[in-house]
């Protein structure tokens, strides 16, 4: 891959000067986790049975930790050509009246072993298109889910849910408020017109700014918008056009994600004219100036692809050193068991993490049978909830603190983690992050490589850049995706 020589302007709290560096880009663009947990996905077992649950909830019931609950809706109308989610394809909106049954079931069969006083601080409906379901299908997921937990009405609730703009109506945005959501997720990816036609996802800026209107004035208390780039005919004048429209809108949060194109993983993905991918160079500048547009907006820099208003609770939490990231990405709820529903659904409960089948057939029949349809997952151990907690702490705060990791597991990290400290003296040397005798520190100019400074701590993924086994495991593995 080569690298551009990018010229940047003075600016943010955020400093991009390492995209002027196309030789320290190209050393650290490994393949590598997202880290919305740790150990990741692909270390999950199918030795993890209801019994290791069944243990993990009884625990949760006795430290009484509040409640996060999550909801897989799979299915999608029209297929987006870039989509690497699980998800089921159809115009059959009949086929969600059986998966809505279930989903109620398994909430029947969790709610039976929790201790459903513990509040639910936390819900999100994902997909797929959770907005698949008609208004009345959402209303009675939602108020089945009231039924069975203690789903309070406070300020403090964060209730979200993804919106695919082509599908939804002012009207539809009033219900979902009116039944309980306060967040609203919209998934943009691109205004241009011919990126629209080449991954076949359509909403216009007219209709986004419609919905935009109707969230604001049903009070929502967030709004968040996903953008894609390095979609096929995207160049860094149409993206630069699409971005100042996002901007214009103001949401509270953006997500920049950058598309990986993976087709002998993601069969949809081959759709995908490859020879219309901008180039490595155009993708840099892209991405070089829709950090420079969004800082300069007020956006902050949360880590990795996200950005929010400065007032924003995410911020506010990064700021304050409270914040947290899950299976749904950075959150300010981090101290929740995660309880999850549905297809391919994951759950996080004190030490373990179990994952339902990824096949609808599987996950129906296991409820058909009273069984939860678990297929695998993992109990953590000592070592796991270490550098679990290591690699929160660098990707949420951007600093690993040594005091307060001897404190919480009495070890001394020097020695612990000595050869991880050793392999990122490079790092120090590429002014990228700063040792002292108390704290690793990431520099601003290393803020863009943090998943890369903790895949160092990561004792599943060998991450030494001459460790060609590991882009052999990383590159086929769909949890994984390169840096930039």
């Known amino acids: 891959m080569t690298w551009p020589t990018a010229q940047l302007h003075p600016l943010t709290p955020f400093n991009v000067d390492i995209l002027a560096k196309p030789a320290t880009l190209k050393k650290y663009d490994l393949a590598g986790p997202r880290y919305t947990s740790y150990p990741t996905a692909p270390q999950f077992t199918y030795n993890f049975t209801q019994q290791h649950w069944l243990a993990a909830v009884s625990s949760g019931n006795k430290a009484q930790k509040p409640l996060s609950l999550y909801f897989h809706i799979p299915f999608c109308d029209t297929v987006c050509y870039y989509c690497g989610c699980n998800k089921i394809i159809t115009a059959n909106k009949a086929k969600s009246t059986p998966y809505l049954t279930a989903i109620i079931k398994e909430m029947d069969l969790v709610a039976a072993q929790v201790d459903t006083t513990r509040p639910v601080q936390q819900l999100h409906f994902g997909g797929g298109t959770p907005t698949f379901l008609s208004d009345e299908q959402l209303t009675t997921l939602m108020n089945a889910v009231k039924a069975r937990f203690n789903v309070a009405d406070s300020a403090f609730r ?57 969230v604001r004035e049903n009070n929502f208390a967030s709004l968040s918008m996903d953008l894609i780039y390095g979609l096929p005919k995207q160049t860094a004048e149409s993206f630069a056009e699409t971005l100042q429209k996002i901007i214009a809108l103001s949401p509270d949060r953006i997500a920049l994600f950058n598309y990986a194109h993976l087709p002998h993983l993601f069969k949809t993905q081959k759709q995908i004219n490859a020879r219309e991918l901008p180039e490595p160079q155009e993708k840099l500048i892209i991405l070089q100036q829709s950090i420079q547009s969004l800082c300069n907006a007020g956006y902050q820099f949360i880590g990795m692809d996200h950005f929010a208003k400065v007032d924003d609770s995410l911020a506010v939490a990064q700021r304050e050193g409270e914040l ?22 994951i759950s996080s409960i004190g030490n373990t993490y179990s994952q339902n089948s990824k096949n609808l057939t599987e996950y129906y029949a296991a409820i058909n049978t009273n069984q939860l349809p678990i297929i695998k997952g993992l109990t953590l151990t000592g070592d796991d909830l270490l550098r679990r907690e290591v690699i929160s702490q660098i990707i949420c705060n951007f600093e690993l603190d040594y005091k307060k990791i001897n404190r919480q597991f009495g070890v001394d990290v020097a020695q612990y983690f000595a050869d991880a400290l050793t392999e990122l003296k490079v790092f120090e040397e590429d002014g990228l992050i700063e040792f002292t005798q108390e704290k690793l520190h990431v520099k601003p100019c290393g803020r863009l490589l943090v998943r890369r400074i903790c895949m160092a701590f990561d004792s599943y993924v060998s991450s030494n850049v001459n460790s060609h086994v590991s882009q052999q495991q990383t590159a086929n593995t769909p949890q994984y995706s390169r840096i930039l």
Do not use: W
């Open 158 to 214: 964060d209730f979200s849910i993804e919106v695919h703009p082509a599908g939804v109506t002012p009207q539809r945005i009033k219900h979902l408020h009116t039944i309980g959501f306060n967040r609203v997720s919209m998934g943009i990816q691109d205004f241009s017109p011919d990126v629209q036609k080449a991954v076949n996802r359509f909403n216009s800026p007219q209709q986004v700014g419609e919905l935009v209107t109707a």
């Open 324 to 345: 947290h990231r899950n299976f749904q990405g950075y959150s300010t709820h981090g101290d929740c068991d995660l309880l999850a529903f549905g297809v391919s659904s």
